[in-house]
């Protein structure tokens, strides 16, 4: 297998090839960039006999693959072109007509060539109407233009030596038998939403670092701020308690209260919905530390842990049906919200939920997502709601749906999406090259069961491959069966470098509660 | 006489057999001519992936590169391993959807 850090490597050209290229460098190159045709569907064909069949120069077929030699611009198909090699010295090199790519005919293979592939894509990106804007589009696409990398700080995932000295001190109160870190949280009234969420967000790797790691530090930030009310300090606080070693279940009054003070609107003692919560917290965050910073960064270059966490980048591309023209968008996301195929009951990829990357037909237009830049938490949001439009009711979808503990988020990569768009061209991006990977663990699962306006929410947590489920106070081991077959509505994953570390934490100690049942606090069943 | 008489008629079987290729080369060149070949290519790749047909065979290739190594695999091989395989796991619903097409493609082309 090639090396793993760049998942594209490009292929290094065949004797033949160099040769050829050494002789007549691109001056083939661009002189086939007129023959070339572009299809509206981004393939380029070679395109010189407008009036005629492509025909092989030998035995007359027409059908299947045709090779269009460099040279001498002549026809051949596979089976004939090594008579023309042989015949003709210095024609070893041609294209596969209908997909544009290179075949070196004494290799009898497939060659590359970034150069020759460059040439073709800017041929493609010239034939779209709109000129110089999509021109522009597509040379990002090439990657000719240098953006900034941008480097997410992995800083706060390396640093648990501190935050290990810290807990193993208070290890020895522990009577329990869970990981650190686990302990119930008391429902204050209808708050299993807000329960769910923070058991979820304090075991997001990135996040129980930072707090573990003393990065908000509570007397700081009031003496900085003078406000009374914050957050943070709210979470680090229940951080604190959930990691002290005591497993009697914490309220969180506090934080309730904090946060009714900054989503008014949603302080009440109705059931709220959990991803709505999950969004005002990283919002609250956000806003927390955009005041303490002074600093009113957007979303995709912000420095806050919350946004450090979980903000990625989409990538919209919308292409007009009729003449082609393609119009890119970024927006920053700090989670990706996935609609639930009803009528899908059992299908192929019932494992893999419905991934946003399918073209939604909007009038004469399509529309495709990828996503540009991964998080390093990725959560996904399930939508469970149906609205019927006959009797004007919602209702909840209560189907259940597989989903993967290990999830490869390559397909859904902007490279991945824009390099199959071209075709088969070898391409570097300036973002291919993944320091991070796109290879992600889940580690938390939001589960709903109930009806749409009276329901609960549980949250399913993976402590070192081990699940356990976090219903407000009660805190139990359970099989992953259980996890697998429940209402699934917020997926949590985590990029795999950060999972596998926090699994070879070693001042975790584990030890199975099987031993003595009855002997643990309450909380702890 | 010199022929026999009791030779059996010359069958009508030969005579169609000289006429089929000879109307398939028309149809196949007719769809060439007005471009409803790269149409109907564009809804095949389309089918193909929607049901999952092109994973399927790209994971064969995968295994097959995996097995032989990187470097010792030529397209040709390839396309041979897979070129039966592919053709027999071709859904039977996409296969309908294209003689369909087709089939409305004569008609209007008055053939």
């Known amino acids: ?525 | 006489m010199k022929h026999s008489v009791n030779r059996p008629p010359t069958p009508d079987g030969a005579e169609d057999q000289g006429n089929e290729p000879i109307l398939q080369e028309i149809i196949k060149i007719k769809l060439i001519e007005s471009g409803e070949k790269e149409r109907l290519m564009e809804m095949l790749r389309e089918r193909l992936i929607e049901c999952g047909w092109k994973d399927e065979m790209k994971a064969l290739c995968r295994a097959y590169v995996k097995k032989k190594g990187r470097n010792n695999v030529t397209v040709d091989d390839l396309v041979h391993l897979i070129t039966p395989k592919g053709r027999a796991s071709v859904r039977d619903s996409v296969k309908a959807e294209l003689l369909q097409r087709i089939r409305s493609f004569l008609t209007s082309a008055a053939l």
């Open chain 1, 1 to 525: 297998m090639c090396a793993r850090n760049s998942i594209y490597t490009t292929p290094k050209p065949c004797k033949h090839l160099a040769d050829y290229k050494l002789r007549h460098g691109f001056n083939t190159y661009y002189s086939i960039r007129n023959c070339l045709k572009t299809t509206p569907n981004g393939r380029t064909r070679v395109a010189k006999h407008t009036t005629k069949i492509p025909r092989c120069s030998f035995c007359d077929r027409y059908q299947g693959r045709l090779y269009f030699c460099l040279m001498c611009s002549s026809l051949w198909c596979p089976t004939h072109i090594l008579l023309h090699t042989q015949s003709e010295k210095g024609h070893e090199v041609a294209i596969d007509m209908n997909r544009s790519e290179l075949y070196c005919c004494l290799c009898c293979d497939q060659v590359y060539d970034p150069d020759f592939d460059k040439v073709v894509v800017c041929n493609q990106v010239k034939d779209l109407p709109g000129g110089s804007k999509s021109k522009t589009n597509g040379f990002e696409a090439c990657g000719e233009k240098s953006s900034k990398r941008k480097r997410l700080d992995f800083g706060i995932g390396l640093d648990l030596k501190k935050s290990k000295l810290l807990v193993s001190m208070r290890d020895r109160r522990a009577k329990s038998c869970y990981p650190l870190g686990l302990r119930g949280l008391n429902n204050l009234g209808s708050t299993c939403f807000m329960n769910s969420v923070l058991q979820a967000l304090l075991h997001a790797p990135p996040l129980r670092n930072y707090f573990l790691n003393d990065r908000h530090n509570s007397i700081q930030c009031r003496k900085r701020s003078g406000e009374k009310l914050c957050l943070l300090c709210d979470i680090d606080a229940i951080s604190s308690a959930m990691f002290s070693g005591d497993r009697t279940p914490y309220t969180p009054a506090h934080f309730l209260y904090s946060w009714w003070q900054h989503s008014s609107n949603l302080a009440s003692y109705e059931e709220q919905d959990a991803h709505e919560f999950f969004i005002s917290v990283l919002d609250g965050i956000h806003e927390m530390e955009s005041k303490i910073r002074n600093s009113g960064k957007d979303d995709g270059d912000c420095q806050c842990i919350a946004h450090r966490a979980f903000s990625g980048l989409l990538r919209s591309d919308v292409t007009c049906i009729s003449c082609g023209f393609t119009s890119t968008t970024y927006d920053p996301c700090v989670d990706i919200s996935l609609n639930m195929d009803t009528s899908n009951l059992s299908s192929s990829n019932a494992n893999k939920p419905i991934k946003p990357d399918e073209k939604t037909e909007l009038r004469d237009s399509s529309k495709q997502l990828s996503i540009r830049r991964l998080p390093l938490v990725l959560c996904l949001h399930i939508k469970r709601v149906e609205h019927s439009l006959v009797r004007k009711i919602s209702r909840k979808i209560n189907q259940y749906m597989q989903f993967p503990f290990s999830l490869d988020m390559t397909p859904y990569l902007s490279s991945s999406i824009v390099r199959s768009k071209f075709g088969n061209r070898i391409f570097t991006f300036e973002y291919d090259n993944s320091n991070s990977s796109a290879a992600y663990e889940i580690f938390a699962v939001i589960a709903h069961s109930g009806m749409l306006e009276s329901g609960h929410y549980v949250t399913y947590l993976r402590l070192k491959n081990q699940w356990y489920k976090c219903d407000d106070a009660w805190i139990s081991e359970v099989d992953e069966g259980i996890v697998r077959a429940s209402q699934c509505y917020m997926l949590f994953y985590v990029q795999k470098l950060l999972y596998n570390e926090a699994i070879e934490d070693s001042s975790f100690v584990h030890i199975s509660p099987r031993r003595d049942p009855f002997d643990s606090t309450a909380g702890c069943s």
